[in-house]
């Protein structure tokens, strides 16, 4: 990988990991309502596929996926802030503060929104996908799934289809090991998700998803493939979550040395860019600019008002409108 | 106009709906070459090819999953769930995905969606193949539930869905698919949310739906010869409903009775009867009257289905006893 990719990448890590430590800390100190899940651990599987998705294509993210939503979101419209607003409730955010943490989107990104019924879109993504083959788009339509959601019937019924008509469907399959307390293994006949994805016959792949340098090389061979109407495309990557369970840890102290000290995409990403002349100063400074941007969006988040409460009953058809109180 | 089936006024809905609209497919599971389990959708694969008529395997979610995918990148998806009984295998695209999409997102996409089924009982096919489910749906904002009772509201309140930039769960209630009437040619379109006035009266309302309507029709004729006049509206739409002829109606003739096949608890009866009564209280002479199926699934045997599901002699009596009752 050139090291300007790389580098590329490593920005992007970190303004997932700043994202979603700036917004633990206010999630704790009581600022951002709901619930909170996040994608610290897992920076590189979302970096990779970002980097590969255009605004003209389609992702579905999970509810891990708020750095890609910001990434898409800066990206693309410059407007990163206003997914750190939408988790603040704030007229300011993507959808005006009715979707929140769960249901972010913004289609001229690429983002068409997640759904806190896990997986759901498993379904949805199919329809994109059609619709692009039947007006020969090159769109790729991609569904990040956790290997939890895995367990869904939708899961099967969409593979199957996209099989049977050759659908530009990118599977991105986001292995962490648990399904909230449940290990991968037990809750599936196989711990390797690839397992059960190879039987639909189509292109299946599993990568060390925290190793961004050969997350990004799979994630643009999957794109690429999809582009080239090859059909779909089902991607492994095998991560690990910083986030226990709501209550605490509750994994092995082993294997939670492994990933946050041996195995963090981060860490990894430093050697191979110490290894290319990339001194840790150049890093560190990639670092506290990322964090210093994500204090700014919390800013702004923050002093943004809420909604109007005429949003409240607004939109919920588009032919008729519904009385307030 | 002519003389058409329901089936094929809906035929011809989908038929000239597909030539219109570019942007329109069929997607269900036979609706192909064999023009799906009704017929609804015979000729069409013929003529518009399996792109554009496209079948299926047994995949309910993906399915209504494809449809909202499409909708929402502009396609406009007409689904057919083979019976209203399998909904529940769709009912999270539906009701969390299809029916909340244009609000939680806030007016950043549109489902313009039709998931057409054939529901309804009456004809043997037992507790999976005979449900009325409005009332799974009633309580869920965002979805438009319509309902017709008769061919040319067949076809116009089809192509009115097809139309609308909401999603429609339309609902073909299978007793109804031979009934034949008086349909226009060509394209129209029947407003969704509006009921009409099926029949007008006097002395009471009777407010029905789908195949409720043709058995209160017939009550009114047969009341008619002992000076009992019946006004009948029939809803069409289900959700949002055209309140406003529902209590227009009641307000002049005094008296209601609400009549739809579906079990009484948490249904389209409840919720109508509530309306009345707030809405209408100083003009009721009687309490809202109900016809509605007994509280039970609906068993195979036909004498057993037929005590369960309503019949004529039930909205006749109904509108008797609301007829004697007073205040
Ligand atoms: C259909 C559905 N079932 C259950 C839940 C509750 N739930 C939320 S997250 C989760 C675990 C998901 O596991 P996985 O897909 O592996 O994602 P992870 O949290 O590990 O990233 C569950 C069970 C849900 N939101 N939706
Ligand atoms: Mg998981």
Same mark, same amino acid.
């Given at each position: 990988m050139e090291r300007d990719t790389l580098l590329g990448l490593y920005d992007d890590m970190w303004l997932i990991r700043a994202f979603e430590q700036g917004l633990e800390r206010e999630f704790e100190q009581g600022n951002v309502p709901g619930m909170l899940h996040t994608g610290l651990g897992q920076e590189a599987t979302q970096a990779a596929l970002a980097a590969h998705l255009d605004a003209t294509d389609c992702f579905f993210p999970d509810h891990r996926c708020h750095g890609i939503n910001a990434l898409a979101q800066h990206r693309h419209r410059g407007d990163g802030e206003r997914i750190m607003a939408e988790l603040f409730g704030r007229s300011t955010g993507v959808c005006g503060g009715k979707g929140g943490s769960l249901h972010s989107a913004d289609p001229t990104v690429g983002n068409y929104g997640d759904n806190a019924v896990e997986g759901s879109y498993m379904a949805t993504v199919l329809g994109v996908a059609l619709a692009a083959q039947l007006r020969g788009e090159p769109k790729v339509a991609c569904a990040i799934i956790g290997d939890g959601t895995v367990g869904r019937g939708e899961f099967h019924e969409s593979l199957n289809m996209a099989a049977i008509w050759k659908l530009p469907v990118l599977y991105a399959c986001v292995n962490n090991g648990y399904a909230i307390s449940m290990p991968v293994g037990d809750g599936h006949a196989s711990a390797d998700i690839? +397992?059960?994805?190879?039987?639909?016959?189509?292109?299946?792949?599993?990568?060390?998803?925290?190793?961004? /340098?050969? #997350?990004?090389?799979? /994630?643009?061979?999957? $794109?690429?493939?999809?582009?080239?109407? !090859?059909?779909?495309?089902?991607?492994?990557?095998?991560? &690990? =979550?910083?986030?226990?369970?709501?209550?605490? !840890?509750?994994?092995?102290?082993? !294997? /939670?040395?492994? &990933? =946050?000290?041996?195995?963090?995409?981060?860490?990894?990403?430093? !050697? $191979?860019?110490? #290894?290319?002349? $990339?001194?840790?100063?150049?890093?560190?400074?990639?670092? #506290?600019?990322?964090?210093?941007?994500?204090?700014? &969006?919390?800013?702004?988040? %923050?002093?943004?008002?809420?909604? +109007?409460?005429? %949003?409240?009953?607004?939109?919920?058809? /588009?032919?008729?409108? $519904?009385?307030?109180? | 106009m002519s003389r058409t089936s329901f089936t094929k006024a809906l035929n011809d809905a989908l038929d000239i709906g597909l030539e219109r609209f570019p942007e329109m497919f069929l997607i269900g599971e036979d609706i192909g070459e064999m023009g799906g389990d009704f017929a609804v959708t015979r000729d069409l694969w013929a003529k518009y090819g399996a792109d554009r008529v496209r079948d299926t395997p047994l995949s309910e979610a993906a399915i209504v999953g494809t449809c909202v995918g499409a909708a929402v990148v502009g396609m406009r998806p007409v689904a057919e769930i083979m019976f209203a009984d399998f909904l529940g295998e769709c009912y999270d695209q539906i009701v969390n995905n299809a029916a909340k999409l244009h609000y939680m997102f806030d007016g950043q996409f549109t489902a313009p969606l039709v998931i057409r089924t054939a529901c309804g009982g009456g004809f043997g096919g037992g507790p999976h193949h005979s449900q009325s489910v409005e009332g799974w749906f009633l309580n869920v904002p965002g979805i438009v539930i319509v309902a017709p009772s008769n061919p040319a509201d067949a076809k116009g309140l089809l192509l009115a869905s097809i139309e609308s930039d909401d999603p429609v769960l339309f609902l073909e209630h299978k007793a109804l698919y031979r009934a034949r009437g008086e349909v226009p040619e060509g394209h129209f379109t029947t407003p969704l949310g509006t009921a009409v006035v099926a029949r007008e009266g006097t002395d009471i309302t009777v407010v029905a739906t789908m195949r409720m309507v043709a058995m209160a029709l017939a009550a009114a004729e047969e009341l008619e010869a002992e000076g009992i006049s019946v006004e009948v509206v029939d809803l069409r739409t289900i959700r949002p409903y055209d309140a406003d002829t529902v209590l227009r109606s009641v307000a002049k003739t005094g008296r209601a009775v609400v009549a739809n096949e579906a079990p009484r608890i948490g249904g389209l009866g409840a919720e109508l009867s509530a309306r009345i009564h707030e809405e209408c209280f100083s003009d009721l002479a009687a309490p809202v009257g109900r016809v509605d199926a007994l509280d039970a699934? *609906?068993?195979?045997?036909?004498?057993?289905?037929?005590? *369960?599901?309503?019949?004529?002699?039930?909205?006749?009596?109904a509108i008797r006893t609301t007829l004697e009752a007073v205040r």
């Open positions: 690839i +397992d059960l994805a190879k039987g639909y016959g189509f292109e299946c792949r599993q990568v060390d998803g925290n190793d961004i /340098v050969e #997350s990004h090389r799979a /994630v643009g061979d999957a $794109v690429a493939h999809i582009r080239a109407g !090859e059909g779909p495309y089902f991607l492994e990557l095998k991560t &690990w =979550r910083w986030q226990g369970i709501f209550a605490g !840890e509750f994994r092995p102290a082993e !294997e /939670v040395k492994y &990933w =946050r000290e041996e195995h963090d995409p981060i860490l990894m990403a430093d !050697e $191979v860019l110490e #290894s290319m002349g $990339v001194d840790a100063a150049a890093r560190e400074a990639i670092e #506290s600019a990322q964090r210093a941007r994500i204090e700014e &969006w919390i800013a702004f988040a %923050k002093k943004s008002p809420p909604p +109007d409460l005429a %949003k409240a009953t607004a939109d919920v058809y /588009v032919g008729w409108e $519904v009385a307030g109180r | 699934p *609906i068993p195979f045997s036909v004498p057993l289905e037929h005590e *369960i599901l309503p019949q004529p002699a039930h909205v006749t009596a």
